[in-house]
């Protein structure tokens, strides 16, 4: 887009009408479009703008407009692409050197949009730009330390989500894809803390047992927890498609014996399905 030059009185009226536009309908094309102009004339700043699209999406109106989630990604372009203007008509956010604080604050406002609008698709495609940015640095370089930390820390906090959102299959989605990531970059995953309890003559102790998080043991203790619900269900095949794929792994039906028996024939049907793909 070329730069747009706009006389100061103009400028306000148009911030003001454009912004009670999106109060009312914070998807509205023309009126994001306008507010572009504001940006490219200097009128207004990405940051600012970045605020103001924040609070939009406080309503759920606003938290599930794919549009206004475009815009969004349009400042952060603008504001942290190190390709300049040719980044423009994507919609991703590769090429983007996000700070910490900035990245910390996507994944802030993403996760409140979930909470506000239940399974919000455009919230959690919003996660995975962000993260897939820190991961497709333009120098090739492997992903700081800094980044590497938040990443756990979102591993951990997104299972715990899925914990108590057991419907949420976008979200399941994301941590699985998360996951990939961390594993494709060598970022350690989280730490799993169990205790089996043994038996020594009269005396029993508890042994505590370490793991790395792992999408298919986590999917596997949900569906076993909560065998009817049909997202978990896919959040196993999810965990299941890359590492079948890659030959690394196999699953135990054996595990999931018992359980609904028409998810597990229809998850049975699909195991089969993807082997003969994959051969």
């Known amino acids: 887009m070329d730069t747009v030059t706009l006389d100061e009185e103009k400028a306000k009226e148009m911030q003001?009408?454009?912004?009670?536009?999106?109060?009312?309908?914070p998807g509205h094309f023309t009126a994001l479009n306008r507010r572009k102009e504001l940006v490219m004339s200097g009128c207004l700043s990405e940051e600012d703008e970045l605020r103001l699209t924040a609070a939009w999406q406080l309503r759920s109106e606003g938290a599930k407009s794919s549009i206004l989630w475009h815009h969004r990604r349009w400042l952060l372009r603008r504001k942290y692409s190190s390709r300049g203007v040719e980044m423009e008509t994507s919609d991703t956010l590769d090429g983007c050197s996000l700070p910490v604080p900035a990245?910390?604050?996507?994944?802030?406002?993403?996760?409140?949009a979930c909470e506000i609008y239940p399974r919000n698709y455009h919230a959690w495609l919003h996660r995975i730009h962000c993260v897939t940015s820190i991961t497709r640095r333009t120098d090739g370089s492997s992903v700081p330390d800094?980044?590497?930390q938040i990443l756990r820390a979102e591993e951990f906090m997104i299972k715990k989500w899925t914990e108590s959102h057991i419907g949420d299959y976008t979200a399941m989605q994301y941590l699985c894809q998360l996951y990939s990531l961390m594993e494709a970059h060598g970022i350690q995953h989280i730490q799993i803390h169990s205790d089996t309890g043994e038996v020594v003559g009269e005396n029993s102790t508890n042994v505590e047992n370490k793991s790395p998080f792992s999408p298919i043991v986590h999917s596997i203790e949900l569906v076993r927890r909560?065998?009817?619900?049909?997202?978990?269900?896919?959040?196993?095949?999810?965990?299941?498609?890359?590492?079948?794929?890659?030959?690394?792994?196999?699953?135990?039906i054996e595990e999931l014996k018992g359980l609904d028996e028409e998810k597990l024939k229809s998850f049975e049907r699909w195991v089969s399905g993807l082997k003969q793909t994959i051969t």
Do not use: C, D, M
């Open 103 to 112: 990245f910390s604050n996507e994944l802030a406002v993403a996760i409140t």
């Open 226 to 252: 909560f065998p009817t619900h049909e997202a978990l269900w896919y959040y196993l095949r999810a965990a299941y498609a890359p590492q079948l794929s890659l030959g690394k792994s196999r699953p135990n």
């Open 146 to 148: 800094s980044y590497a």
């Open 16 to 25: 003001i009408v454009t912004g009670v536009i999106l109060l009312a309908n």
